[in-house]
């Protein structure tokens, strides 16, 4: 009973000391410098993430596909085959075609030999007339059966250039069975499966397919907003704008106004600006939610800020009325007192106790202590 008693208490107290030894995760962000990028806002609106070059690729004829390559998140080049359709049918009429133009060349060749021997008749009908041996009705006979022939040779090379016409027309039929992509993108969507009938008409109502997969151009992602006429005239192209994705509210993207589309919607009474990402990131998605601050070109009003540095509000932490963060040091947390300043959006200035470039807790345990091993959450 004894020993029994000694092996748990060891098992318990291997435990907690595991438990005490254990690291917290904790997210962390560095405190950014104070720049001129924080002008004054002009306007706030909100809008969609929108690639200029978005497409649902389809084939031009109509057939059932018999293998498709494009899957959700694949990069394709311009070309890459993204899916076949059945070939049977057009590559049928492709030989059909290829029959016929050997057989109008065949008929061509032997229209050829006829007239051969029909020329030398003629020139020999018109010896045996001049001689007054023959009569000129044998001799229009030889005329006639030499200009036949003649009219027949014309006629097959004219079938024979329609059979390539035709040729070229199952060639283009049998090509548009593969489906290539128009441009470099990822494919954002499979819309069409093995076995289907796609066509590039909707007839066939929900049994057939119009698209076989929309392909985005991830170098033409841009900013979409809906800006109220009444306050259009404070946007112009080339204006800074501060972007903020709903899905990181915690990271500001600096971007351009690209253009002012130049019309108005008379039901929502707004204008559609698009804006520039002055840098893309693999983080930006399309159709993703996104908030714009359209900023003044003129400096800030009154005296500038003196603050140290802006850090986001979630590394803010009160404790017995003071403002206090936690700052990552060596794989250790070390606590700081800060000074804050005006807000700044989802940010806060820093006037006292951090420097541009320090890191910060942002997310993590709710407990924390100074001197506290951390893990840092990648």
Same mark, same amino acid.
């Given at each position: 009973?004894?020993?029994?008693?000694?092996?748990?208490?060891?098992?318990?107290?291997?435990?907690?000391?595991?438990?005490?030894?254990?690291? %917290?995760?904790?997210?962390?962000?560095?405190?950014?410098?104070?720049? !001129?990028?924080?002008?004054?806002?002009?306007?706030?609106?909100?809008?969609?993430?929108? %690639?200029?070059?978005?497409?649902?690729?389809?084939?031009?004829?109509?057939?059932?596909?018999?293998? #498709?390559?494009?899957?959700?998140?694949?990069?394709?080049?311009?070309?890459?085959?993204?899916? /076949?359709?059945?070939?049977?049918?057009?590559?049928?009429?492709? $030989?059909?075609?290829? !029959?016929?133009?050997?057989?109008?060349?065949?008929?061509?060749? =032997?229209?050829?030999?006829?007239?051969? $021997?029909? =020329?030398?008749?003629?020139?020999?009908?018109?010896?045996?007339?001049?001689?007054?041996?023959?009569?000129?009705?044998?001799? =229009?006979? !030889?005329?006639?059966?030499? =200009?036949?022939?003649?009219?027949?040779?014309?006629? /097959?090379?004219?079938? /024979?250039?329609?059979?390539?016409?035709?040729?070229?027309? !199952?060639?283009? @039929?049998?090509?548009?069975?593969?489906?290539?992509?128009?441009?470099?993108?990822?494919?954002?969507?499979?819309?069409?499966?093995?076995?289907?009938?796609?066509?590039?008409?909707?007839?066939?109502?929900?049994?057939? +397919?119009?698209?076989?997969?929309?392909?985005?151009?991830?170098?033409?992602?841009? #900013?979409?907003?809906?800006? $109220?006429?009444?306050?259009?005239?404070?946007?112009?192209?080339?204006?800074?704008? #501060?972007?903020?994705?709903?899905?990181?509210?915690?990271?500001? #993207?600096?971007? /351009?106004? +690209?253009?002012?589309?130049?019309?108005? @919607?008379?039901?929502?009474?707004?204008?559609?600006?698009?804006?520039?990402? @002055?840098?893309?990131?693999?983080?930006?998605?399309?159709?993703?939610?996104?908030?714009?601050?359209?900023?003044?070109?003129?400096?800030?009003?009154?005296?500038?800020?003196?603050?140290?540095?802006?850090?986001?509000?979630?590394?803010? +932490?009160?404790?017995?009325?003071?403002?206090?963060?936690?700052?990552?040091?060596?794989?250790?947390?070390?606590?700081?007192?800060?000074?804050?300043?005006?807000?700044?959006?989802?940010?806060?200035?820093?006037?006292?106790?951090?420097?541009?470039?320090?890191?910060?807790?942002?997310?993590?345990?709710?407990?924390?202590?100074?001197?506290?091993?951390?893990?840092?959450?990648?």
């Amino acid at each position: 009973m004894f020993g029994a008693g000694l092996g748990a208490l060891v098992v318990i107290g291997g435990l907690l000391l595991a438990f005490k030894t254990q690291r %917290p995760v904790v997210e962390v962000a560095a405190a950014r410098p104070v720049t !001129a990028a924080t002008a004054e806002a002009l306007l706030n609106a909100s809008g969609y993430v929108t %690639p200029r070059r978005r497409s649902t690729v389809a084939a031009k004829v109509t057939g059932r596909v018999q293998q #498709i390559y494009a899957e959700e998140g694949l990069h394709v080049k311009a070309g890459q085959v993204l899916a /076949t359709l059945d070939c049977s049918q057009p590559v049928a009429a492709f $030989n059909s075609a290829k !029959a016929d133009r050997e057989a109008a060349a065949a008929a061509l060749a =032997d229209f050829e030999v006829q007239l051969v $021997n029909a =020329d030398r008749e003629l020139r020999r009908a018109e010896a045996l007339r001049a001689a007054t041996v023959m009569s000129q009705e044998q001799l =229009d006979n !030889a005329r006639m059966t030499a =200009d036949s022939l003649k009219a027949k040779i014309n006629l /097959t090379k004219q079938q /024979t250039s329609a059979s390539q016409a035709r040729i070229m027309v !199952a060639q283009q @039929d049998v090509d548009n069975c593969t489906v290539r992509a128009p441009f470099e993108g990822v494919v954002v969507s499979k819309d069409a499966q093995r076995g289907e009938i796609v066509s590039p008409l909707s007839a066939g109502g929900g049994f057939t +397919r119009t698209g076989i997969a929309t392909l985005v151009d991830m170098t033409s992602i841009e #900013i979409e907003v809906d800006v $109220n006429e009444s306050y259009i005239a404070r946007v112009k192209e080339g204006q800074k704008v #501060i972007a903020t994705l709903d899905a990181y509210p915690d990271w500001q #993207i600096p971007s /351009t106004v +690209r253009t002012v589309i130049p019309t108005a @919607d008379r039901q929502k009474a707004t204008v559609k600006v698009r804006v520039s990402f @002055d840098k893309l990131d693999p983080k930006i998605l399309p159709d993703m939610g996104v908030k714009v601050a359209f900023l003044s070109d003129q400096p800030p009003k009154g005296k500038a800020s003196e603050a140290r540095a802006v850090i986001s509000q979630g590394a803010v +932490r009160s404790e017995d009325g003071k403002n206090i963060v936690f700052m990552v040091r060596d794989g250790k947390l070390e606590r700081r007192s800060v000074s804050l300043g005006a807000q700044r959006g989802s940010d806060v200035e820093v006037m006292a106790g951090l420097s541009p470039g320090d890191i910060l807790v942002v997310h993590g345990v709710e407990t924390l202590h100074d001197g506290q091993a951390v893990e840092i959450k990648k």
